[in-house]
């Protein structure tokens, strides 16, 4: 009998350290804003997209099916989030950062689905991308790349628009997104 309970003991131990809160789970507090990045100096698609950062846009999959057109000719990473989804807040400082560095050379776009827009809006103050991010409450932006699975995803386009890689799933380090930039958008 006292070797059940000490079990029983120790299961609901273990039961309640797994549903504490994870790392990834947290929400960052507010980040140092990415280095600015001068719109003079970028090619005039990318500088129209970083003119409209740090925002919600809407227009559905048309939209960013056009908006994909107008960038063809330059690489581009579109990452799916959503303010509720834990592995999207923990990786979304590594988007900011590779935004910001490869501002001259890749467009970035987010696709903000299945989300409260006033959660989705307070969070973009918190961590400002530096680029727009589409509203997409049904997925269908998501279905134009492949991306309605997981949260997050991230698909990567070459430079003659091709979709060359989808990534369900978070990063878990900066240097691992940074590898999936130099490898899919060629």
């Known amino acids: 009998m006292r070797a059940a309970v000490a079990i029983l003991a120790g299961l609901a131990l273990l039961v309640l350290a797994a549903c504490g809160e994870r790392p990834a789970d947290r929400s960052p507090g507010p980040l140092p804003a990415p280095p600015r990045v001068s719109t003079e100096d970028l090619p ?7 003119g409209e950062g740090n925002r919600l846009i809407t227009g559905g999959p048309e939209r960013f099916r056009e908006q994909l057109a107008e ?6 990473v579109v990452n799916k989030w959503a ?6 807040r923990a990786e979304f400082p590594f988007f900011r950062s590779q935004a ?4 001259r050379q890749v467009a970035f776009i987010g696709v903000n689905s299945q989300d409260d827009p006033d959660a989705a809006e307070a969070f973009l103050r918190r961590l400002p991308p530096g680029y727009p ?5 049904d997925l269908e932006v998501a279905a134009v790349f492949k991306g309605v699975g997981a949260f997050p995803t991230t698909a990567f386009y070459d430079a003659r ?6 990534k369900q799933g978070g990063y878990a380090s900066e240097r691992k ?6 490898r899919y958008t060629r």
Do not use: F, N, Q
């Open 177 to 182: 997104l940074a590898e999936d930039i130099e």
């Open 161 to 166: 628009g091709r979709l060359a890689y989808v």
């Open 71 to 76: 960038l063809r000719g330059h690489p581009v």
């Open 44 to 50: 005039p698609a990318l500088a129209e997209l970083r």
């Open 100 to 103: 910001a560095k490869r501002a």
């Open 133 to 137: 991010s589409y509203i997409d409450r």
């Open 83 to 88: 303010s509720w989804c834990g592995p999207c």
